[in-house]
């Protein structure tokens, strides 16, 4: 794979994806199995938006059931049950636990009657996934077993516990990378580090885009019958029209504090917690050595994700977040100092906020073609609410790509193809590290550190990783010093404690 920028300035594309975070991979790859000749775009590394921040979880729609929103359990079930199959080496079972007590919905007999109802209506879920990627059926244990998993859940009034399964994506930037790979393998041509600025239309009809090359300043137009932007937060920037947005963080704690996802429930108020309403449950999710915890909201205002507004809410949000959670669990202890890193991103709304109304985060995707509402033919808007569902969300997109284009339907593929196995080379990381530059496109030593390899996992590399890696993709890209060493202060910036991963594009 290759900066294909004379792909761009030559190619009539059918299909041009302005933005590759999880929804416009997903996107890609659909297309091309469809037989579309297909761009994409991104301003910033692929993946590097909201994509690269979430809690991992690949949700199987528990909390759909308790709502009685069967459709969307099955949906969410479904996709789950997808991610497993066509990537095994990147997305797998996780056990959640959250404690049983009282007489009420968390009593025993009420999660045991719900995991018993949630294990016949997803009796498919299993359906050809490979050996170790079944999800089993959730199960109560005992106070005993509680502690065993994780002790500090152990409080006055607990009766022991419930566990379910969900999946969690083992490394989400390789995962949307791997649907790119998949797309570039069918015959797609990509570029990161390329900014859309401007939609190109003649008569009431999309002829492509106007875009600059962050990496030269190139300023180039890019030719497709069909342009679809997946801009996620930025989506209202080339004139989708953006939703109010919820500003959401997580924080990568320093050590492992269980096994298994821990969910506790929040003693927020409704004015303490304007966007989900209180009594969110909080997650505490195994990461190799480390834990995420997750997930503080706020209003996002009008900041732009990523701008220098963003670092008092920063800070508030991971003090927040780490009382919330002590507040929940105080035998777990955690501290400021714990706090490794702070991730962070925006997500929609459903609407302008209300003060009373249940969790407020949007929870449908908008998909349309703008000529629907009074808008140029050819232009359509992808605005995703989750990472678990943008493969479904992309199959609905896409077939809209074929009526726009007027084209007969072709069937969608991606449920059942395998994407291909774009593991990190463990053994060598230099080898690794030329991998990256010379064949997965990698541009910045970030690029190199955070997404494309395992080096920038936590708890971060140290500086002596950090420069080395530095030396080996400086070596490629024919890096000066100076650039050499802004490439290793930045990544520097961003693995440590505090640091801020949804920078602003370059
Ligand atoms: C804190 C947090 C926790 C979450 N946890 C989970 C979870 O556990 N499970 C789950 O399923 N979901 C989770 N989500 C939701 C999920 O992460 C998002 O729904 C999903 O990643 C959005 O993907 P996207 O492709 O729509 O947007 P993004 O990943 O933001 O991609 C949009 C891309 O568009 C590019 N772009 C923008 N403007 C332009 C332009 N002009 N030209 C070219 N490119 C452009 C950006 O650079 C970016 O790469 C979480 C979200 C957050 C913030």
């Not at 069967?70 to 199959?85: D, K, N, Q």
């Not at 140029?376 to 726009?404: C, I, M, N, Q, W």
Request: aromatic residues 4%; contains cysteine.
């Amino acid at each position: 794979m290759h900066r294909d920028l004379n792909a761009m300035r030559t190619a009539d594309f059918d299909l041009l994806v302005v933005g590759a975070g999880i929804h416009g991979a997903c996107v890609a790859w659909d297309a091309v199995l469809r037989g579309l000749r297909v761009g994409v775009i991104d301003r910033d590394d692929f993946g590097a938006g909201t994509s690269a921040n979430s809690l991992r979880i690949v949700h199987g729609g528990l909390r759909y059931l308790a709502r009685a929103d069967f459709a969307r359990m099955r949906e969410s079930v479904r996709e789950r049950s997808a991610l497993l199959r066509i990537a095994p080496h990147l997305v797998r079972p996780l056990g959640v636990l959250i404690a049983t007590r009282g007489r009420g919905a968390q009593s025993r007999s009420a999660m045991r009657a719900a995991l018993a109802l949630n294990d016949v209506l997803t009796f498919r879920r299993n359906r050809g996934t490979g050996p170790g990627q079944s999800i089993p059926p959730g199960r109560v244990v005992s106070r005993a077993e509680v502690k065993r998993l994780f002790a500090p859940l152990d409080q006055a009034g607990m009766t022991g516990g419930a566990i379910w399964y969900d999946g969690q994506m083992v490394h989400p930037e390789r995962l949307t990378f791997a649907f790119l790979a998949g797309a570039a393998g069918g015959g797609a041509s990509l570029a990161n580090y390329l900014r859309a600025d401007a939609i190109l239309v003649e008569g009431d009809r999309v002829q492509g885009v106007r875009a600059t090359d962050t990496v030269t300043g190139e300023a180039l137009e890019i030719r497709a019958q069909c342009v679809l932007g997946a801009m996620g937060p930025w989506t209202g920037e080339l004139g989708g029209g953006s939703r109010p947005q919820a500003f959401a963080l997580n924080v990568i704690l320093n050590r492992r504090l269980a096994d298994v996802a821990v969910g506790v429930r929040a003693l927020s108020t409704a004015e303490q917690d304007p966007v989900i309403g209180g009594g969110r449950y909080l997650f505490a999710v195994p990461h190799g050595a480390s834990t995420l915890l997750g997930t503080w909201y706020a209003i996002a205002g009008d900041a732009v994700a990523g701008s220098a507004d963003d670092s008092a809410l920063i800070e508030r949000g991971v003090r927040s977040l780490i009382a919330e959670f002590n507040a929940a669990c105080p035998a777990a202890r955690i501290s400021a100092g714990d706090v490794l890193r702070a991730q962070w991103g925006r997500l929609p709304l459903k609407g302008r906020l209300e003060p009373g109304r249940p969790d407020s985060l949007a929870d449908r995707p908008r998909v349309f073609h703008h000529a629907d509402q009074g808008g140029p033919r050819g232009l359509v808007t992808l605005d995703g609410v989750k990472y678990t569902t943008a493969r479904l969300v992309a199959e609905r997109a896409v077939d809209l790509v074929f009526s726009v284009l007027g084209r007969p339907g072709v069937p969608c593929r991606t449920t059942h193809t395998p994407l291909p196995d774009t593991r990190v080379p463990a053994s060598d990381p230099e080898a690794a590290i030329r991998l990256a530059v010379r064949s997965e496109m990698a541009v910045h030593l970030a690029d190199v550190v955070l997404r494309r390899t395992d080096l920038g996992a936590p708890p971060g590399p140290t500086r002596e990783v950090v420069e080395t890696a530095g030396r080996t993709a400086g070596g490629e890209l024919g890096w000066n010093v100076a650039t050499q060493e802004a490439e290793i202060e930045d990544v520097m910036r961003r693995t440590t404690a505090g640091a801020r991963e949804l920078e602003p594009a370059r």
